[in-house]
């Protein structure tokens, strides 16, 4: 079809693009967090259709990852633990402060995640920021349950933006875990995935 043609296609059916891309912004969604996808958000969808539920659950998967490999993740992060969540602090919507008891055999990477000695364990902090919009909180931190957690180490203030800042109000310090729902690897412990790391902790990432 000629480039012609389809605009007077547009033009008798009435759906020229300019008017979907209108009735897209005019559409509300101020009760939604920002797109972590960016652009390439809706761009193939035909229409807006917020508050469906095929949607919520695209926006959930793309801002959660619950796909991620553990080879890929072992060597794309600073450190990677596995322990066993000690308590879960809730410090604003989407912001939480985990405490994981880790033993030495959980210490798979460390770099310069900061850890403290506790009987058996080593205590470590970990900001756990949610930037999906799932019915869950992603990643899901039971307390008493063995995670592997890979992800960043926050080490300087211009890591965070200025608002998430003043919610912590120092809370969390240089040395401590930073995981993010969309890029980290937090998954439950088991053999499987332990094997999995620990083949990645002996072959040479590149
Ligand atoms: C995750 O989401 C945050 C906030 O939307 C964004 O700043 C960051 O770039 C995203 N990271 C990835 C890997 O998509």
């Known amino acids: 079809m000629t480039a012609r043609a389809f605009w007077l296609l547009c033009l008798i059916i009435g759906s020229a693009p300019e008017a979907t891309v209108a009735e897209r912004k005019a559409s509300p969604t101020h009760d939604r967090k920002p797109d972590p996808g960016g652009a390439q958000s809706a761009d193939n969808s035909p229409a807006p259709r917020l508050h469906s539920p095929g949607r919520d659950a ?17 060597c794309g992060s600073e450190f990677a633990v596995n322990g066993i969540v000690h308590d879960v602090e809730v410090l604003g919507k989407g912001i939480r402060l985990v405490t994981l008891l880790v033993d030495r055999d959980g210490l798979y990477k460390m770099n310069r995640l900061y850890s403290t000695p506790d009987g058996f364990f080593f205590r470590v902090h970990i900001l756990a920021l949610d930037f999906s919009s799932c019915n869950k909180p992603c990643p899901e931190f039971k307390p008493g349950s063995r995670y592997i957690v890979m992800g960043h180490i926050y080490h300087k203030r211009r890591q965070l933006p200025t608002a998430l800042l003043r919610v912590l109000r120092g809370r969390v310090r240089p040395g401590d875990g930073l995981v993010r729902s969309n890029s980290s690897y937090v998954k439950r412990f088991n053999r499987k995935r332990d094997g999995q790391v620990q083949g990645a902790i002996h072959t040479q990432c590149i």
């Open 58 to 74: 695209e926006t959930c998967a793309r801002a959660c990852r619950t796909d991620l490999d553990e080879r890929e993740s072992y």
